[in-house]
């Protein structure tokens, strides 16, 4: 691969997906593409970028798919999920008993296990019991949302994380597979998403899972997208990221909770423009008054 | 340091979760068959079992049995190894008091997320 493919790869990927590679990923573009550029019954990646360069679009997308890191399991650092079953479903419960229904959202859903993980919880907690419980999960791979819509795992797969009376329970054996049972999978929605793009016309979440995907963008696009998550989640929903993301010095859209690592809620000025005769803005008032 | 008892016939086995084990900074005794096991557990209760299912002289699910009915026999966490990849045996394992369940062929993250699963890192 010459430096020039690198770059066109790199600029590509950028604009595409958010993937922001250093200067030093030719291993990693190398390890991924060379499979694909064989698959394709090309040379080897400068005939891959020449055919792109010819405007091959569905060769593009795959390129993107195959740049893009599907590593996830079943209840990923576990924290999370406790997280959600003490402290995120029993709040909401409370704050939405009159409407009785949740929205929540797994952006980049990778292969489902975090989706269905969420709809387990969701599943064993009573007082949901009843209720409409959205679950939306999206990613930019149609690859790994076919994956996640199948919902079969591998052995390996269903041993990374998931109880094993979970499995007995919310799983069918099929041969050497796993399949999770159709009531599980009937409580996630799947949708193609890119997080690049515009996704205001998904309505407000009022838990949203972003994890393990903004590590992968730059400083000003890790910004711009908690920008604009902020104004797709409830002023007292919650955003959850990855154990080692944080929005610290890149956004101030959200803040962090003090006692619970990887959650976060809007900030409290977005949440006076969101709900303008909410608790905040009397509270604001009554401190000018004061 | 806490203990682990591994419980495999196959010497490969044992060598490659000792492996793993002693990683985890468990302290690890062997045994053969459950016979052998249970000798081990009149000796002194381990923290952690990884147990193997079929083996020779008393198989890993009998050893179960006798190990949850000795005097604070209910204690050490026990996690099934076997390539008995069933639901009916997981079930039948899980109702004799069994804590996790591994299917082979296992690794190191297997055994890692199991071992978290039940409290014991």
Not at chain 1, 21 to 32: A, I, P
Not at chain 2, 44 to 56: T, V
Request: charge should be neutral; glycine fraction near 6%; aromatic fraction near 8%.
């Amino acid at each position: 691969m010459t430096p020039l493919d690198y770059e066109f790869l790199r600029k590509l990927l950028k604009e595409r997906s958010g993937l922001d590679l250093s200067s030093d990923k030719q291993y990693l573009v190398e390890s991924r593409l060379v499979p694909l550029a064989r698959k394709a019954a090309l040379q080897g990646i400068p005939e891959l970028v020449q055919k792109m360069k010819a405007g091959g679009e569905a060769l593009i997308t795959e390129v993107v798919e195959a740049m893009t890191t599907n590593e996830t399991f079943f209840f990923r650092d576990k924290i999370p999920f406790d997280h959600l079953r003490e402290t995120i479903l029993p709040a909401l419960v409370q704050a939405r008993a009159s409407r009785q229904t949740l929205r929540i959202w797994c952006a980049a859903s990778s292969t489902g296990q975090e989706p269905y993980s969420v709809a387990m919880c969701v599943k064993e907690f009573a007082g949901l019991a009843g209720w409409r419980v959205e679950i939306l999960a999206t990613d930019l791979s149609q690859e790994v949302l076919e994956k996640s819509k199948a919902g079969i795992y591998s052995q390996f797969e269903v041993q990374r994380g998931l109880p094993i009376q979970m499995l007995v329970k919310y799983f069918t054996q099929i041969g050497e597979l796993w399949q999770l049972n159709p009531d599980i999978r009937a409580m996630v929605q799947h949708r193609q998403l890119n997080l690049l793009q515009d996704f205001s016309h998904l309505g407000k979440f009022d838990v949203i899972f972003c994890r393990n995907v903004l590590i992968y963008f730059d400083q000003g696009t890790k910004t711009a997208i908690f920008e604009r998550l902020a104004r797709m989640i409830e002023p007292d929903g919650v955003l959850t990221l990855g154990a080692a993301e944080s929005v610290v010095g890149i956004s101030e859209a959200f803040k962090p909770y003090l006692d619970r690592r990887g959650l976060y809620r809007p900030n409290a000025e977005g949440s006076v423009r969101a709900d303008a005769k909410g608790l905040l803005t009397r509270a604001l008032r009554a401190v000018a008054a004061g | 340091m806490r203990t682990c008892l591994v419980v495999d016939d196959s010497s490969v086995i044992r060598k490659v979760a000792r492996r793993i084990l002693e990683g985890l900074d468990f302290q690890i005794v062997e045994a053969e068959d459950g016979e052998k096991a249970l000798e081990a557990c009149r000796r002194g209760l381990p923290d952690a079992i990884l147990l193997d299912w079929n083996m020779p002289v008393m198989d890993g699910y009998e050893f179960l049995g006798n190990l949850r009915r000795m005097p604070g026999g209910d204690q050490p966490k026990v996690v099934f190894c076997t390539t008995e990849n069933d639901v009916a045996h997981i079930a039948r394992a899980l109702h004799a008091g069994a804590n996790e369940y591994i299917m082979k062929p296992f690794d190191k993250d297997i055994v890692t997320a199991k071992f978290q699963e039940v409290g014991l890192i």
